[in-house]
């Protein structure tokens, strides 16, 4: 099943709830983000004077598209710390996934990963996945 949580991005003045999917495969140094092509249409990204980087991943190599940053906030009630992330693209990914990074940053604790189970830090309960969403052109 894997763990997501519902999130609120920021893009200037374009704003969207979306789920994610925490992945702590997705080493990073900085908080990133992966974003669909059209969520980050929908949230007004240029693609013009787009930088292409490789990137190494499980089974060989992808471009990527590195787009700028985002605010990205939990959608949970009483939670209001943004964290600015990079954002990068790769086209045929339908889904949003935050890097280790940006997953520690937003205070998420991963309790039981097969079964969807998460808390924020200092939590005493547990909260249930949400829902994937994908992002088709």
């Known amino acids: 099943m894997g763990v997501r949580v519902r999130i609120k991005l920021r893009y200037k003045s374009r704003e969207v709830i979306t789920s994610a999917l925490v992945n702590t495969g997705y080493e990073g140094i900085t908080p990133e983000i992966h974003l669909p092509l059209a969520l980050a249409r929908r949230l007004g990204y240029s693609f013009e004077n787009v930088r292409i980087e490789r990137y190494v991943v499980v089974g060989g190599e992808v471009n990527v598209l590195r787009l700028g940053q985002v605010y990205i906030t939990l959608d949970v009630e009483g939670f209001n710390r943004d964290v600015l992330?990079?954002?990068?693209?790769?086209?045929?990914?339908?889904?949003?996934?935050?890097?280790?990074?940006?997953?520690?940053?937003?205070?998420?604790?991963?309790?039981?990963?097969?079964r969807g189970l998460w808390r924020i830090k200092g939590e005493g309960g547990v909260r249930e996945s949400a829902e994937p969403m994908f992002w088709l052109e």
């Open 85 to 114: 992330a990079n954002v990068i693209c790769t086209p045929g990914e339908y889904e949003v996934i935050v890097n280790d990074v940006l997953a520690e940053e937003l205070g998420i604790e991963i309790v039981a990963p097969r």
